[in-house]
């Protein structure tokens, strides 16, 4: 160490002169600019770049034996069940439309399409309402006959 007074020691970016900054290029054009002007240019592929996750074939492996196990979808209501609704509904004097059906069993006309069309999933509660407005059954095994009143003893 020396006890010059004259002299000074500079901390931070004047300290380093003429020495060129590293930046880093996210695009290529910005990669392809650098080499025409003739800096040196290294480029690397980073994996996992900005996350957290380990790579290693375990979490792979992990997973597919997690997709193996994935819960089945629930079921969808019956082809046989939209049919019967389509046919009780329109077989109403004065035809019934999905929009008046939907309104008597307080729910959307979407939810009473979904049901015709097959694609949506049995609700018990719903479907009794439907089998009361329609007057057919919808449940069990003869899906469409008409709803007897009380029975005899």
Known sequence: MSDDWDSATVIGAKARGNASRTTVAKTNAEINAARR???????????????????????????????????APPPK?????????????????????????????????????????????????????LERALGVKLRGKDIGSPIGGPKKK
Do not use: C, F, H, W
């Open 77 to 129: 209501v019956d082809l046989s069940v939209g049919k019967a609704m389509a046919q009780a509904r329109q077989g109403k004097e004065p035809p019934m439309s999905q929009k008046d059906l939907a309104t008597k069993v307080n729910e959307k006309p979407s939810v009473i399409n979904d049901y015709e069309s097959g694609r949506a999933v049995p609700n018990q509660m719903l479907l009794g309402k």
């Open 37 to 71: 002007s003739g800096t040196v240019v290294a480029t690397e592929k980073k994996y996992a770049g900005g996350s957290n996750k380990v790579q290693s074939t375990e979490g792979q492996r992990l997973t597919k034996i997690d997709r193996e196990n994935e819960v």
